[in-house]
């Protein structure tokens, strides 16, 4: 039993170790201030109360290895205590230390710890204008009274801070100093010090009037600084101005936002805008370094800190090193800046994307006006073919002719399929006088069981031959192959071309139905005859030349499919 007794309280007193450092340390601060402060055992005391002020400090972890910039400062800091010990010094460090433990009362959530601070932050705001101001006076005289109640009534606050229960705190339960309430309460302790100690000296008034003038200009301030800070009405405020600085980091959103847009508009590939992107984040001046893995690969610009944020966004994985550790609100805008670079780059993924699918649709959709090209040039010799099988000796001349006229047109728009593959994105038009294209159409399609009827016909007028070929070969072919299943079917093709050509293909079959009919020449359909995406490719590449694929009459006995100039 005294065992767990002794292990209990050793338990207790490692736990509140901040605790018994920072009571311990202000007693030895008091110690100080109650003995003349220049002399020898002043000094052995102010060496006391730096060394358990370095035990208690919120500024660096007890298992972190200090640099030599901060040890030398402990150096420095030490030995300025010890060679130049002044009133003047003690009133900036009092202040430093109500800073530092009053600044993060706001941010106390344990009763006992706030508790805690409150008192410590009471007596040093006691001892600082009780004692060490009036000190800064020579002509200054304290009475008996004064003296005792400075002696051995102030440290009762600090003899209380022993007796305080707080919860168990983990190893690593130190405070994080508050650098805003810190440094505001910090400037608001020097001015009133040095407030008082100007008033009484220009005044030639009491201590006690002089400080109570500070005090009442210092409310008056601090009342006017509240009513700017968040006015009812107008002007938004000095919060709302110093909240969108501060958030800023040196990098406004609306700038950042410019500058990626500015980004993605000179760079179109995904990878470089990301490294752009980047190579900006690490000019900042907090920051030290990035590093990001997108697409199975990882890159590197910068050096590496201690501070390291990671961030995740889609298929980007990407670690910030700052040069110090980011604070709730710059990580929270560090995340901001983040996210919308993914959003960019995850934009510009899907542009690639885009262009890659328009590429290969624009391959598709050649590649199947190609095929239909050929199709019909197939079909045509297969005719010349059939015509060679069924002649006789009587027929040798006749067949030579006609060989003779259609196997240099055949081969020539062969040649032109072949130049259309090899150069897809060709835009020259072909155009032979109307009276020549409409005499070769005959021609081609001479044994077939077709009416051609003849129009007014201007004899200078020109057709664009490929589109006209490839679209009055589709229509006919496809009313040859509906002529299979409807036996004794009659096909008419009529053209006209005074000024632009106008040509019509009509059978009196059996009408397309009202849902092939709606979706004809919007993409493909189904259709046992070949309709569908022969007229889709011959309605998109009308359309690109200037002229209009239509289906003009759908009725019983008059389906009609004309193309016209727009």
């Known amino acids: 039993m005294p065992h767990t007794g002794i292990v209990s309280l050793s338990q207790n007193f490692v736990a509140s170790r901040q605790q018994w450092f920072l009571g311990l340390m202000l007693l030895a601060l008091h110690a100080v201030l109650v003995f003349e402060i220049d002399s020898w055992l002043a000094r052995g005391f102010v060496l006391s109360h730096f060394g358990l002020f370095l035990l208690w400090q919120p500024i660096w972890s007890g298992e972190r290895n200090l640099d030599i910039r901060h040890a030398v400062l402990v150096i420095v800091a030490g ?40 008192l410590a932050a009471t ?111 107008g002007f938004d405020g000095v919060g709302q101005l110093v909240s969108r600085y501060l958030l800023s980091v040196g990098l406004p959103f609306e700038r950042w936002m410019h500058s990626l847009a500015n980004l993605a508009d000179r760079e179109a590939n995904p990878e470089k805008f990301l490294i752009m992107a980047v190579h900006e984040i690490a000019s900042l001046p907090w920051v030290a370094g990035v590093s990001w893995w997108v697409a199975g690969s990882e890159r590197k610009v910068g050096g590496v800190s201690k501070f390291p944020a990671e961030f995740s966004y889609d298929d980007l994985n990407m670690v910030l090193y700052s040069k110090w550790e980011l604070s709730p609100a710059l990580l929270l805008h560090v995340k901001l800046l983040i996210r919308l670079l993914a959003d960019f780059y995850t934009a510009k993924l899907r542009e690639k994307q885009e262009r890659q699918n328009a590429y290969t649709q624009a391959v598709y959709e050649t590649g199947a006006r190609l095929t239909h090209d050929v199709k019909n040039l197939l079909q045509s010799l297969k005719s010349l073919c059939v015509a060679a099988e069924t002649s006789d000796a009587n027929d040798a001349e006749a067949l030579r002719a006609l060989i003779q006229r259609q196997l240099p047109q055949i081969a020539q728009r062969l040649q032109w399929t072949m130049d259309k593959l090899q150069i897809p994105q060709t835009t020259e038009t072909r155009e032979v006088p109307a009276p020549d294209w409409w005499s070769n159409l005959k021609q081609r399609y001479v044994s077939e069981p077709i009416e051609f009827k003849e129009m007014e016909i201007s004899a200078s007028a020109l057709v664009p031959v490929e589109l006209f070929d490839s679209i009055a070969d589709n229509l006919l072919q496809n009313a040859l192959q509906k002529s299979k299943l409807e036996p004794g079917l009659r096909i008419s093709a009529s053209f006209s071309c005074a000024l632009k050509p106008k040509l019509s293909i009509c059978d009196e079959g059996v009408p397309l139905s009202e849902s092939v009919a709606r979706q004809l020449f919007k993409g493909p359909v189904p259709s046992q005859t070949g309709l569908g995406i022969g007229l889709y490719q011959a309605w998109r590449q009308a359309d690109e030349q200037g002229y209009r694929l239509r289906l003009v009459s759908n009725q019983i006995g008059k389906v009609c499919f004309e193309i016209a100039a727009k």
Do not use: C
Not at 84 to 109: D, F
């Open 123 to 233: 007596y040093l705001l006691a001892v600082l204008l009780m004692w060490v101001v009036p000190h800064l006076f020579a002509d200054l005289k304290f009475p008996d009274a004064m003296l005792l109640l400075a002696r051995y009534g102030l440290p009762l606050p600090v003899v209380a801070i022993f007796f305080i229960k707080t919860e168990t705190e983990p190893e690593s339960g130190q405070h994080v100093v508050d650098l805003f309430y810190s440094l505001l309460l910090f400037l608001l302790t020097a001015a009133l010090v040095l407030g008082a100690f100007v008033v009484k000296q220009v005044n030639q008034a009491g201590y006690v009037l002089a400080l109570a003038q500070t005090l009442g200009l210092i409310a008056i301030m601090l009342f006017a600084l509240s009513w700017l800070w968040d006015p009812r009405s």
């Open 79 to 118: 030995v300025l205590f010890t060679v130049w010990n002044s009133w003047w010094l003690m009133a900036v460090w009092i202040s430093v230390l109500l800073a530092l433990i009053g600044g993060n009362v706001p941010g106390k959530r344990q009763r006992g710890q706030r508790a805690i601070s409150l």
